[in-house]
């Protein structure tokens, strides 16, 4: 099993920052992808930025240019970013890990959700 914690949300005003945080732990052989989702009320879960462990990134447009992803693969954490804030970047933020976990039975491919931490950009 692999345990995912969030950090960093909260209230911002527009044009503002906010940097989130997510630490993976667990039976963790090696993290393929880390990434970030959002979801606004009413509508679908949508990533917002992602980085594999080659170091190639992709962001939403949406984001593109505001936001940044790192990694820190020492510490099997993840790191968005965010600048110029605006109302509708207001969702939960998720994040989200493809990792391969020791098992049992070998090396499995397990896919993971973070508990999510909420972003509300607002004056």
């Known amino acids: 099993q692999v345990q995912l914690v969030e950090s960093g949300g909260g209230l911002v005003q527009p044009g503002g920052s906010l940097r989130l945080s997510c630490a993976a732990s667990?039976?963790?052989?090696?993290?393929?992808?880390m990434a970030w989702y959002r979801q606004a009320p009413g509508k679908q879960r949508d990533m917002v930025a992602a980085?594999?462990?080659?170091?190639?990134?992709n962001y939403a447009d949406s984001v593109k240019g505001r936001s940044t992803i790192s990694r820190d693969n020492a510490k099997n954490t993840v790191y968005l970013q965010m600048n110029s804030l605006k109302p509708e970047d207001t969702a939960v933020y998720y994040c989200?890990?493809?990792?391969?976990?020791?098992?049992?039975?070998?090396?499995?491919?397990?896919?993971?959700w973070g508990q999510g931490t909420q972003v509300t950009v607002s004056s």
């Open positions: 667990g039976n963790i052989f090696s993290i393929k992808t």
């Open positions: 980085a594999t462990s080659s170091g190639s990134t």
């Open positions: 989200n890990v493809l990792v391969f976990e020791h098992t049992t039975r070998g090396l499995r491919q397990g896919d993971y």
